[in-house]
């Protein structure tokens, strides 16, 4: 068949298949005057199975990847009483945690993913990763979190 040959091509055709259906559908139950539906007072219907016996398309990451997350590295923390934090001036050394040399923290919108050394790239500060957490580890460290 023409759609085993190209995967991406039949998974986008279905899917817009699969809106038209629902148009005509929601056209065919509208009434004549076209202001059907929840607002008129009707009560709202059940979403109904998908065609293809409720197998969602998981395959499709492509759809996730450029969705934008926030980087940081942690180079340590500190507690410090607000008096301090109001002291502070231009030339302040604030102390932290972190000892010089230890791996610092990567998160990914917070949480860890991995730890890495400072390295200078063309006047830039990186980071090269050391240590890179494991997938089912992540997943254990959120669902404890």
Do not use: C
């Amino acid at each position: 068949m023409a759609s085993e040959d190209k995967p991406d091509e039949a998974a986008a055709d279905d899917g817009m298949a699969d809106w038209a259906e629902a148009l005509l559908e929601q056209k065919a139950t509208e009434p004549g005057d076209g202001h059907g539906g929840v607002l008129a007072g009707e009560a709202p219907k059940p979403f109904s199975s998908m065609p293809s016996g409720g197998d969602a398309p998981i395959h499709d990451i492509n759809m996730v990847l450029d969705i934008p997350v926030q980087l940081s590295v942690e180079l340590g923390r500190t507690k410090v009483p607000i008096k301090h934090i109001l002291q502070l001036g231009q030339g302040s050394v604030v102390e932290l945690d972190a000892l010089a040399g230890e791996p610092m923290d990567v998160l990914v919108n917070g949480y860890l993913i991995a730890q890495g050394e400072v390295v200078v790239v063309n006047d830039k500060f990186g980071i090269r990763l050391t240590d890179v957490v494991t997938p089912s580890e992540r997943l254990r460290r959120v669902s404890k979190g």
